[in-house]
Nanobody, 116 residues
Framework: QVQLVESGGGLVQPGGSLRLSCAAS?????????MAWYRQAPGNERELVAN???????SYSDSVKGRFTISRDNSKRTVSLQMNSLKPEDTAVYYC?????????WGQGTQVTVSA
């Protein structure tokens, strides 16, 4: 069974930074798939934040463009999200998955709270 394990969340003040990481299990051809970070705030639907394809081309939602950077390390089977200039509206549970996502591959996510 594929496992995606997110880490790195926490409580940070507005304007601060966090770096999220996601580790993928070995039963996925990691280097061949597009990966993405998603987030879900209370009462909201899950939304795509950033994605990175197998050639390391990236795209971002308008709400995070210029503040977040997605990267991948195929040798370590990890995908990361560097989040700078965080805002209270970035508060959510952050998940990684493929793009498009596979329903059964959602992990527990990692909570990011931006608050003074």
């Amino acid at each position: 069974q594929v496992q995606l394990v997110e880490s790195g969340g926490g409580l940070v003040q507005p304007g601060g930074s966090l770096r999220l990481s996601c580790a993928a299990s070995e039963n996925i051809v990691f280097s061949s798939v597009s990966m993405a970070w998603y987030r879900q705030a209370p009462g909201n639907e899950r939304e795509l934040v950033a994605n990175i394809n197998k050639w390391a081309s990236t795209s971002y939602s308008d709400s995070v463009k210029g503040r977040f950077t997605i990267s991948r390390d195929n040798s370590k089977r990890t995908v990361s999200l560097q989040m700078n200039s965080l805002k209270p509206e970035d508060t959510a549970v952050y998940y990684c998955n493929t793009d498009p996502w596979v329903e059964n591959w959602w992990g527990q996510g990692t909570q990011v709270t931006v608050s003074a």
